[in-house]
């Protein structure tokens, strides 16, 4: 690209040539960001976001021990702690209680692959 002097006079033109441009990029710009869509599956929530989204309504202090002991799924970026919302809702649905059944289930299961062949 060649630098070229310009001229007091030239000053509108050149101004206008920068605008055309500046109004091109624009253009291809929002027709790319239409395009690009947003990865659900990656919402971050904040301590106190996610204590609005659990159904119990901990406080903070009580997710803040949960980090602490790991025993919620969390990323943390040097101070700051946050949360993968789908990480949250798998983290919720593996805590819910087993049937009876189930737990009979299991047993067997792990009966039948301890046992030894004689």
Same mark, same amino acid.
Not at 14 to 35: G, H, R
């Given at each position: 690209?060649?630098? *070229?002097?310009?001229?007091?006079? +030239?000053?509108?033109?050149?101004?206008?040539?920068?605008?055309? /441009?500046?109004?091109?990029?624009?253009?291809? %710009?929002?027709?790319?960001?239409? *395009?690009? &869509?947003?990865? /659900?599956?990656?919402? !971050?929530?904040?301590?106190?976001?996610?204590?609005?989204?659990?159904?119990?309504?901990?406080?903070?202090?009580?997710?803040?021990? !949960?980090?602490?002991?790991? *025993?919620?799924? %969390?990323?943390?970026?040097?101070?700051?702690?946050? %949360?993968?919302?789908?990480?949250?809702?798998? !983290?919720? &649905? +593996?805590? /819910?209680?087993?049937?009876?059944?189930?737990?009979?289930?299991?047993?067997?299961?792990?009966? *039948?692959?301890?046992? /030894?062949?004689?």
């Amino acid at each position: 690209m060649e630098k *070229q002097i310009l001229s007091f006079n +030239d000053l509108p033109s050149a101004l206008s040539l920068v605008i055309n /441009k500046l109004e091109i990029l624009e253009e291809k %710009f929002s027709t790319l960001m239409t *395009q690009i &869509q947003p990865d /659900k599956g990656l919402e !971050w929530l904040s301590v106190s976001e996610l204590s609005e989204y659990l159904p119990t309504h901990p406080v903070e202090h009580t997710i803040y021990c !949960w980090t602490s002991n790991k *025993q919620i799924p %969390f990323h943390k970026k040097g101070k700051r702690i946050m %949360f993968l919302k789908s990480e949250i809702d798998e !983290w919720m &649905q +593996d805590n /819910k209680s087993r049937s009876r059944a189930e737990i009979m289930n299991e047993a067997i299961a792990y009966v *039948q692959s301890t046992r /030894k062949v004689i």
